[in-house]
């Protein structure tokens, strides 16, 4: 019905009709609600006009109406309340299965780097009907990741991730927008969000020229010496990383901080912040030395190595593992 009087943006996204359904529930409250006191201005002014001979009657107030406008409204606001809440935590939480794909914002473009290796600018490929989770982060000032039909946005910010995820549902190519006014160029800060068929996805992830992104991890890891504190056989001057992500970690100061992807970085280009217990405050700060893509690359090799046993090599084993633990745990 929408499509033949498109007055929203078309629907391509799991959470599109959910945003919308409650979109259109708002308008029709507040329309009622405008109706209503129009309504009523108008009948009252006419209905209480100064007339000749009559005189206005002072009302001592009414506990039956006040009760009934208050107790009406609040109840609609909380149905607003909840319903809204339901579909924010939904879109706030991504699957633990989704694809992740990282995005690097800066002025003025996307820059794209998929898991499995492939990389893109101001394009973002993705399968039809399987849940992608961006893992975004900007390399200067605060940006926006927007996709109308997906009704997904989220703001990009230097210094740390933020997450956005969506499943699509129709293939075809989607505006991509900078919602977030970031100089001369915002404007121009758009791309493609273009969502293929299953086999047309396979296809394009795997025909790139680059290795998995944890590939490349891996050697940015063993560039930068990072193998020589962080071992993997015995206990070295830094933590050992297997099995570190997603896992809880306990600290210097006493407290316990799951290690998530913003832990990995903040951990990298800041050491000190976060110190795991035992061990001495002797890594030097990353900051500066590497570029954004290479800290997400260090993130997804520390991401691998977590979700294997030590000495497997291969990151598609890993992934697959991964599956099934995930798999596993949502059977219990
Ligand atoms: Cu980036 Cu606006």
């Not at 329309?31 to 006009?49: D, P, Q």
């Not at 992740?100 to 993705?126: C, D, F, P, S, T």
């Not at 891996?218 to 990383?241: I, M, W, Y």
């Not at 992500?245 to 306990?250: A, D, R, S, T």
């Amino acid at each position: 019905m929408l499509n033949d009087f498109p007055l929203w943006p078309q629907q391509a996204s799991t959470l599109a009709h959910r945003v919308d359904a409650l979109y259109i529930f708002l308008l029709i409250i507040t329309g009622m609600m405008a109706l209503l006191v129009c309504t009523l201005v108008i009948y009252f002014a006419a209905r209480f006009r100064k007339r000749a001979g009559v005189r206005a009657e002072q009302i001592e107030g009414s506990n039956a109406l006040e009760i009934t406008w208050s107790v009406i409204p609040f109840c609609i606001f909380m149905v607003i309340f909840a319903w809204g809440a339901v579909v924010y935590f939904s879109q706030r939480t991504p699957p633990a299965d989704a694809t992740e794909v990282y995005v690097v914002a800066k002025q003025w473009m996307w820059k794209v780097e998929h898991a499995e290796g492939q990389r893109e600018i101001n394009e973002l490929h993705v399968p039809v009907g399987r849940d992608v989770k961006l893992i975004m982060t900007s390399q200067d000032v605060i940006h926006s990741f927007y996709i109308p039909a997906f009704r997904v946005k989220q703001d990009v910010l230097p210094g740390r991730y933020t997450v956005e995820w969506f499943r699509a549902t129709k293939p075809g190519t989607y505006h991509l927008f900078c919602a977030e006014y970031c100089g001369t160029q915002h404007s121009g800060m758009v791309g493609n969000i273009v969502v293929l068929e299953p086999a047309q996805y396979e296809a394009w992830i795997n025909a790139g020229p680059n290795g998995p992104l944890s590939d490349s991890g891996e050697k940015v890891f063993a560039e930068l010496g990072c193998s020589t504190c962080h071992r993997s056989d015995v206990q070295g001057r830094g933590p050992n990383l297997q099995g570190v992500f997603g896992n809880p970690v306990e600290l210097e100061d006493g407290r316990t901080v799951t290690a998530d992807e913003n832990y990995l970085r903040e951990s990298i280009l800041d050491p000190g912040a976060k110190r795991v217990k035992g061990f001495k405050p002797i890594m030097p700060t990353f900051q500066g030395l590497l570029t954004e893509e290479q800290v997400n690359e260090l993130v997804a090799y520390i991401k691998s190595i977590s979700s294997k046993p030590a000495g497997v090599k291969t990151t598609a084993s890993a992934a697959s593992q991964t599956q099934a633990q995930r798999n596993g745990s949502q059977v219990q």
